[in-house]
């Protein structure tokens, strides 16, 4: 019995790794075997709808809405407080560098101004006397020093001739940083005088206006804004939000396009000039703002439009493509079956159905760029003008 049981031993192993095999086998005969009814057996009875490889343009985009700005936007204020005067420009005036545009009443500033001019006249007038007290000083030391030689003064004398002098001689440097001090006042007074005239610091036009004549202006705590100036109306820019999942894919320098509810038949060419790495949250919605700039030679697009933009992230001119349908079809007698449509290799291919000889024959591909449309064929043995299969349809009995 123990020679039985040793020779049987060397059998079951083989059949165990046969019955493995023999399972693998029966899973691909039963893929190929559901092919197989399913092209032949139901060939008769069923339509495909196809489509054609073609080659084309595939163009990746990012498809967002902003709004319309100048490029350089330059507030005006003041600097000072007071009751705007006169105002000289409005909506659209065209201004340039130094014109003025407003003005605040100047009489408090210029009050200011007299009296700091008449404090450094009073300055300097004391100076002049101070000079001349210093030159006596100086001489009545002088005298007391040669008398004191002949003991004809006391020392006493002497050395109060030599403080006066002394003191003398200080009231001048007083004097002099008295001076310095009064046209410090009188240049800041001066300076504020002169911003009484609300001036545009650049060329441009004026966009936005928020002041009247009578009206009040505080300079306070806060600067206000009394007009707002577009630089340069012949090139805009827009302002556009994009998502944290579209972000990574534009760069400067892209190519760009969009419209406006103005003109919704044209479209604007722009280009990507700026990606700013500021993030901005709106309801746990993160967005960065990435800036478009387009020509406005003609002066269409306003301040403030919304702007529906359209960025090129990538692009193919003369691609091998297939329809985005192909990739998703899976014959029906072949839907549930495991690795129907994608190969087991790890390739990363995908396996897409050619109409050939009247019949579904698999095809496998490795896809590259995606517009949602279309989808590029990097590698596959496919040719423009295939058919590839994108549904099915049962046909129709004829009727009698």
């Known amino acids: 019995m123990i020679r039985s049981g040793s020779a049987a031993a060397p059998v079951v192993a083989p059949r165990r790794r046969l019955g493995g095999l023999a399972a693998a086998i029966l899973g691909a005969a039963l893929l190929a075997g559901a092919g197989l009814y399913w092209t032949m057996g139901r060939e008769s009875a069923t339509h495909y709808v196809t489509r054609q490889i073609s080659r084309g343009p595939i163009v990746r985009a990012v498809t967002t809405s902003g709004t319309v700005n100048p490029v ?31 003005k605040v009443d100047p ?47 006391s020392q006493d004398v002497l050395d109060a001739s030599k403080n006066a002098l002394d003191q003398a001689s200080a009231q001048i440097g007083l004097d002099q940083a008295t001076i310095a001090l009064q046209q410090a006042q009188l240049h800041a007074a001066e300076i504020n005088l002169g911003y009484t005239d609300i001036i545009s610091p650049v060329d441009g036009t004026i966009v936005t206006r928020a002041v009247e004549m009578g009206q009040t202006v505080a300079a306070s705590f806060q600067t206000p804004t009394l007009f707002l100036v577009g630089t340069d109306l012949t090139i805009m820019q827009v302002d556009t939000n994009v998502s944290e999942s579209d972000i990574g894919a534009i760069k400067p320098g892209d190519k760009a396009s969009f419209t406006v509810e103005s003109f919704p038949n044209r479209v604007f ?7 700013r790495q500021s993030p901005q949250t709106i309801q746990n919605v993160v967005t960065y703002d990435v ?38 079809y899976v014959p029906g007698g072949l839907i549930g079956v495991p690795n129907a449509q994608t190969p087991p290799d790890g390739s990363g291919g995908v396996r897409v159905w050619v109409l050939r000889d009247g019949a579904p024959r698999p095809v496998i591909i490795v896809p590259g760029l995606d517009d949602d449309n279309y989808t590029e064929i990097v590698k596959g043995d496919l040719h423009p003008g295939d058919e590839i299969i994108i549904g099915e349809e049962a046909k129709k009995s004829a009727t009698p």
């Open 72 to 102: 350089i936007t330059v507030q005006i204020g003041t600097y000072v407080s007071g009751v705007i005067e006169a105002r000289y420009c409005d909506y659209n005036t065209q201004v340039k560098k130094g014109q003025i545009c407003a």
């Open 107 to 153: 009489r408090p500033y210029q009050v200011v101004v007299d009296q700091d001019r008449a404090n450094l006249g009073v300055a300097r007038a004391q100076l002049v006397k101070d000079q001349a007290n210093l030159v006596y000083a100086q001489l009545a030391y002088d005298r007391n020093k040669r008398l004191a030689v002949t003991k004809a003064v």
């Open 269 to 275: 060419n722009a280009q990507v000039t700026e990606v």
């Open 291 to 328: 800036v478009v700039a387009a020509p406005n030679k003609d002066l269409s697009l306003k301040p403030g439009m919304t702007a529906t933009t359209r960025i090129i992230v990538d692009e193919r001119a003369d691609a091998l493509r297939l329809p985005d349908q192909g990739l998703r």
